[in-house]
Structures are given as C-alpha cells and as structure tokens.
C-alpha cells in the first residue's frame, strides 16, 4: 500500500520526530501522570507545534496536510510509550477537529480548525450518553429551536476533555426519538452560558487522558453553530466514526507494540534456570505469537487508512481494523504480563500499564459487538 519512496522517506522523519518527541516529553512523566491522573495540557501545545495536533487539517487551516499513513504513524509512536496521551491525540485529531474539517461551513473551519490544529484548542465531541451508548438514536440530550437559537439540555458522558476541551463538537436531539434524520451536530464554545462540565471518571487505564462529563442547562447555541445541515448529526457521526476507528486501531497496535517490545527485551536479560528465558520455548513461542498478530492488526489498520485517503468507502475496513487490533491489543498486553511473571504485575515495569490502557481500546468507538455488527451488515448487503 506504500511504495512510493517519497512517502516511505516521508514516514520515516515523521516517526523519527514522533518517536523524539515520546521519549523526551512523555516516557519520564507517564507513571506519575497515570499516577495521579493528570492530563498535561501544556504537553498538547507543545505537539501543536509539532503538526501532531492537524494532522488531516489542510495547510490552508492551518494544518499539517497530511493523511492517515502520517497520522497512523503519529499515534504509533506516542500510543507505544503513553496509551493516555495516544488516545487524547487520536480523539481531538479524528473526531472534534475532523467533524468539523468534514461537515462545516468555510467560515467554521476558519474560526475553529487554526486554533485546534496548533494545540492553542482542544476539542471534545459528544454523542455518548448516560442512557446511550451503543444506542445512540435514544438520546436524551435535546436542542429545541427558539427563534434563531437552539436551546440545549441534557449531559454526554465519557467524553475525552469533557472538562478541558475549549471547543466541542455536540450531537443532540432535534427531532422525534429513533429518527436517525432527528440528530443535529453543534459546534460549541467553552464557555458558553449553561454549557458545564460535569464528572470526572475514574477510570481502570488511560488514567492521564480526561474523561468526563459534558453538562447542558438552558444553554442558548446560535444557529450559526450547526454543522452542516439540521437532522444530519447522526449520519455525520457515523461518517466521523469510520476514521475514528481508524485511530483506535492504530492505538491498539501501539500499546500492542509497547508491549510486545517491552517482553523482547525482557526475554532477552531475564534468566531462569541459567539462561535467558527467551530460550524457551514456552516464551519465544508467546513472543511468536505476539509479533504475528501485531503485523496483521497493522497490515488491517494501513489498509483501511488507504482507503480513506484515497476517499473510497472504509466502514467494513475500519471496523475490521479496529476489531482485530483491539482485541489482540489485549491478548498481548495479557501475555505480556504473564512473561514478565510477579514483575509484570507491578507498576516498575511497563506492561502492567499497557494491561490496564489496552481493554478501552475494546470499548471506545464502539464496542467489540458493534465493530462485528458493522462488519455483518456490510457483509450481508452486498
């Protein structure tokens, strides 16, 4: 899928900045950051700077300019050393920033893409809620038309920078319960009057990057903000969703990675019964094992972000990628520890963290079920 020479050079650098920038500015906070569950606001700045935060954004907003390769490539190397802050980036890059580069008007992306792109903004987006997950079409949070404004009520859950994030992108009801076509997509400042932030979780992994709450009492959104057209929030979600799946997947296969290269290296010095243990074959076989599955997640995860690039339909493609490469994630990361033995299950080595960030990737996005219902429905239609 990536022949060209340019574009292997081009990867190259980018994974060598990436990879620079993980080992000086994440690896020596990530325990103390899990630890405490600090999202480090200051360190998405700083990869404003870098491109890392517009990936997909053209030059003309601001911009990296680039596609999926780069920005699967990105997430790779900053999922391997924090799953944390792999996740925030994959979030504000795929789903705030991209819903708006895909559905809004030229005056929205000029007023919101420069400042998410640089970092100087991060962004939210809202669909989940308290009573809908999966669900979506039952959503409870409602917009209802008042003269040349929408007035807002009602919360989003397990929103990542719910709390921190200056610019969200929200789905609400405008029109009857289970019309797919009653779904509005709103562009919203923080600090908006009524718009607040409410819990946040206390999670099992991906401690460091925020998940909370989104909270809407009364709070009066101009028509302006509507992305798109009014009814069309929820059929521009599932579009927003194909390439954040994409993300997920490359996210899986980084933690994966972290892992799997964490037990190489550990196979290699740790010795039992006077040799390294990577000279068993109960462990090089594990270690076997792990490789393979992490080269297909990989193999799945490019394909599918060819294909968006090239602007040909990826549903079936990013849901098998994310499928397949979270849930080998967790299989990895699970014997990961089991190589590492009593060590693996302590925080002074890296795979204890890598067992607790690599479930949500099974989760977020949609759940292992929904990627195998997405696949099926593809699968039968045809």
Known sequence: ????????????????????????????????WDETQFFPRELFRKMGELGFMGMLVPHQYGGSGLGYQEY????????????SIGLSVAAHNSLCTNHILEFGSEEQKQKYLPKLASGEHIG??????????????RMKCVATKD???????????????????????????T???????GMTAFVIERGTPGFAAGKKENKLGMRASETAEMVFDNCRVHKSQVLGEEGDGFIQALK????????????AVAIAKGAYEASVKYAKEREQFGKPIASFQAISFKLADMATKIDA????????????????????????????????SVQVANEAVQIFGGYGYTKEFPVEKYYRDAKLCTIGEGTSEIQKLVIARNILKG
């Open 1 to 32: 899928m990536i022949a060209d020479p340019d574009t292997i050079d081009n990867l190259k650098m980018i994974r060598e900045s990436a990879r620079d920038f993980a080992q000086r500015q994440i690896l020596p906070h990530v325990l103390d």
């Open 72 to 83: 699967i490539t990105v997430i790779e190397e900053i999922g391997k050393v924090c799953g």
């Open 124 to 137: 939210a987006w809202g669909l989940t809620e308290p009573n809908t997950g999966s669900d979506a079409g």
């Open 147 to 173: 003269g040349d404004y929408y007035v807002l009520n009602g919360t989003k859950n397990f929103i990542t920078h719910g709390a921190s994030g200056e610019v969200a992108v929200v789905i609400a009801r």
């Open 175 to 181: 029109g009857e319960l289970l019309d797919n076509h």
């Open 240 to 251: 927003v969703l194909d390439g954040g799946r994409i993300s997920i997947a490359a996210l």
């Open 297 to 328: 997640a990989e193999l799945l995860t490019r394909k599918a972000g060819d294909l968006k690039n090239k602007g040909l339909r990826c549903t079936q493609a990013s849901a098998m990628a994310k499928l397949y490469a979270s849930e080998i």
